[in-house]
């Protein structure tokens, strides 16, 4: 099996990222394979201690592929914004370097920005290795 | 009750004719997943979603060596409804159903070893949610055969032609004093020529002939509660309110053409200035020839049109000035670069003696036979010029007594040469700008994109839908569109009204809160936390012979977002079918791995 450290956790929109990841396999597009893609409805689904545990698991980054401000549920996105930004105070209590989660808006063409947003992860937990929460 | 350890879970992995399998070894997948905890059956099979490969689902379900299904394959947009409708032939609930998308996120972007593993964590992942899915009902409403479309437009007026050709009532409510909209403004159609008040004279023809099609001009929708099937919608006239009940609701809202700021290209400052639309009601209101054989404007004759595209249009941040509120058009308005040829060919056709010159960022004649339009433009001896977003024309009074206004333009057509073109005229093509419908909008929690147009839930995979259940959407008022396209989306969002309506009856996907009586305390987060209004609400029930306050969730009017089940802190409310404790084990999985 792969090795265990540093996996990114993505979490989908099932309206425009999780498609989006489907258009950059339809393009073939490699990516790095220590990312696991979950289809969510609406990632403001998640409470601020799914983030925490995820790290504390020993996911070493998450990266919230939302539909930004084109969310089709009307008032989730700020909802989900201000949700992370009270995950980003727990992960300062933790001493966990904020860049482990990141929320992005991903497009169901947005082949580009995915592929970035990975490869930006990627090195990232590369750099940082396996989360140690204080 | 079964306990999700006793579940049996069947996995079925595809090899898609290779298409998975050159890159994934679907055997050691096989062998792995075989061995996974709650994993009763796994098989594989070169094509799944063909009739054999689900008949392997079916006989397992029907031999009872599973009660759980997770399909390893394609990406689920393309066959989660095939297995759902095998699972259902074999006589089980479709909804305990997880797929793995093992293509498009794994063989079509990993190779070797690497997607081997993946593929196997993601479909313990999917197993791992499948111990915990539960057989879900289809949420079932009574629902009124009736609706109602918001604004009487082409497309407004076509949705209620076809809905009530299929025997729905329908109230059209229009906020001006009569029906047709912009089509009221237009001249002779792009490409075909027809004239637009014969359509439009048509058309109203059959609206006002069809007795289950009520008609209330000068209205405005002010208030919509309600579900889908049962909705209610307050509604003010000009001196009166009254209320409607329906079972679906069409946004016509449609859009009206961008007015220039004053000085933008010299509108307002001179008067010779004019948009686009100006220019066709003069079309229209002229005689079909002058005797003198120009173009007539204001009574005075034209020798120099100087048209200009890409007016409140494809606007560039740090080039075009923002409106007051901060506003850009980005977008291509779409039906511009049409409308200003076939303008052009009319003046050249009619009045032989104007001169056209045509200035343009780009020409998108996009559309059957519109391109034609360019080549008549070309061959009326329309002159075009071309010039850069950085470098618009500037429109000037003229410092000959000859003509009163002078276009200043970069020509990129003569390599950038500079060009001073005298002009009578200056038409502006005016782009598209969607009505302001926010109130409604923010009323209803209709999704509004950053260009102000209202958004549907997919174009490919649920065109014409809003995520609001029952609110379909049809014409400009989502997009810049002529004409044509503004009934196509009307057709579509008339056979969607239809197919809801026509039973009487409405099944909804379960995929809505659902609140645990045992956990809930009454906090009400979650009744905060709700982005639907009215979708949940706390109310005292009678439990164990006392009076208690619970939540409760509405289950028709539940979006299914899940905002409340972030907020509960006795996890007393989740979501059916993407269950955050779901979303739990799937990461224990991913970590085990």
Not at chain 1, 88 to 96: D, I, P, R, T
Not at chain 2, 21 to 45: F, I, L, Q, W, Y
Not at chain 2, 430 to 447: F, N, Y
Not at chain 2, 574 to 579: E, F, H, S, V
Request: glycine share 8%; charged share 20%.
């Amino acid at each position: 099996m792969s090795s265990k450290a540093n996996k990114i956790l993505i979490l989908a929109t099932e309206t425009c990222a999780y498609p989006g990841a489907d258009s950059v396999g339809q393009a073939h597009s490699s990516y790095p394979a220590n990312t696991y893609i979950l289809r969510v409805k609406a990632p403001v689904l998640f409470p601020e201690s799914f983030y925490i545990d995820c790290f504390k698991k020993g996911i070493s980054g998450i990266i919230v592929m939302s539909c930004g401000e084109e969310c089709p549920y009307e008032g989730a996105y700020k909802a989900l914004a201000d949700r992370l930004n009270s995950v980003y105070q727990k992960m300062k209590a933790l001493n966990l370097d904020l860049k482990r989660l990141r929320l992005t808006a991903i497009c169901t063409v947005c082949n580009r920005a995915f592929l970035n947003e990975i490869n930006q992860m990627n090195e990232l937990v590369n750099k940082l290795g396996p989360p140690q929460p204080a | 009750m079964m306990k999700e350890n006793d579940k049996k879970v069947g996995v079925y992995i595809c090899y898609c004719g290779g298409n998975i399998s050159d890159h994934v070894d679907v055997e050691a997948v096989r062998n792995r997943v075989e061995k996974m905890p709650g994993v009763a059956v796994a098989k594989t099979n070169m094509f799944m979603c063909s009739d054999p490969g689900q008949e392997l689902i079916i006989d397992d379900l029907k031999s009872g060596k599973i009660d759980r299904v997770v399909v390893a394959s394609c990406a689920p947009s393309l066959h989660e409804t095939t297995f759902r409708g095998a699972i259902e032939r074999a006589g089980a609930n479709p909804f305990i159903y997880e797929h793995a998308n093992i293509r498009e996120q794994v063989s079509w972007v990993h190779h070797g070893d690497p997607a081997t593993d993946k593929a196997t964590v993601l479909i313990s992942a999917a197993a791992a949610k499948a111990r915990k899915l539960k057989p879900l009902e289809p949420i079932r409403v009574d629902a009124k055969k009736h609706a109602v479309v918001i604004g009487g437009g082409i497309a407004g007026i076509k949705s209620a032609l076809e809905i009530a050709r299929n025997g729905i009532e329908v109230a059209i409510i229009e906020k001006t004093g009569s029906l047709g909209g912009n089509l009221n403004n237009l001249g002779r159609l792009a490409p075909s020529g027809e004239n637009a008040s014969d359509i439009l004279q048509e058309i109203l023809g059959k609206v006002k002939a069809a007795p289950s099609i009520t008609i209330h001009t000068g209205c405005e929708v002010t208030d919509v509660q309600g579900y889908v099937g049962n909705f209610t919608l307050d509604v003010k006239g000009r001196t009166d309110s009254f209320k409607i009940d329906t079972g679906a609701i069409v946004m016509a809202t449609g859009s009206v053409s961008y007015q220039p700021f004053e000085g933008e290209f010299g509108f307002g400052t001179y008067p010779q200035v004019i948009t686009l639309p100006t220019l066709i009601e003069a079309l229209k209101q002229s005689k079909y020839q002058t005797e003198t054989g120009w173009f007539e404007f204001g009574g005075k004759p034209v020798r120099n049109i100087a048209m200009i595209h890409c007016v409140g249009s494809r606007q560039i941040p740090g080039i075009h000035e923002p409106r007051e509120n901060g506003q850009l058009n980005e977008y291509c308005s779409r039906t511009c670069c049409s409308a200003v040829l076939n303008a052009a060919n009319q003046i050249k056709e009619r009045f032989a003696k104007t001169r056209v010159v045509d200035m343009y960022r780009d020409i998108r004649t996009y559309g059957r036979g519109q391109e034609a339009l360019y080549d008549r433009a070309s061959a009326n001896k329309v002159v075009f010029m071309r010039y850069e977003a950085d470098a618009m024309p500037t429109v000037e009074k003229s410092s000959t007594p000859d003509f009163p206004l002078t276009v200043k333009i970069k020509d990129g057509l003569t390599f950038n040469e500079e060009m001073d073109v005298p002009a009578d005229l200056v038409v502006l093509a005016t782009g598209i700008e969607p009505s302001d419908v926010s109130g409604l909008a923010s009323a209803m929690k209709l999704p509004v994109g950053t260009d102000r147009f209202l958004l549907e839930v997919h174009p490919k995979l649920r065109p014409v839908e809003f995520p609001v259940a029952g609110v379909f959407l049809a014409g400009t008022c989502q997009a810049p569109m002529d004409a044509g396209e503004a009934c196509n989306a009307a057709g579509a969002a008339a056979a969607k009204t239809c197919a809801l309506l026509s039973k009487g009856v409405i099944e909804l996907d379960p995929f809505v809160a659902e609140v645990n009586p045992d956990k809930c305390q009454g906090h009400g987060n979650c009744v905060d936390a709700c982005i639907k209004e009215g979708a949940l609400k706390l109310v005292d029930v009678q439990r164990g012979g006392k009076t208690v306050t619970q939540a409760q969730v509405t289950a028709a009017m539940c979006l299914g977002c899940g905002a409340c089940a972030a907020v509960c802190p006795e996890k007393a409310i989740d979501l059916n079918g993407w269950a955050l404790e779901q979303y739990e084990d799937m990461v224990d999985a991913i970590v085990a791995a």
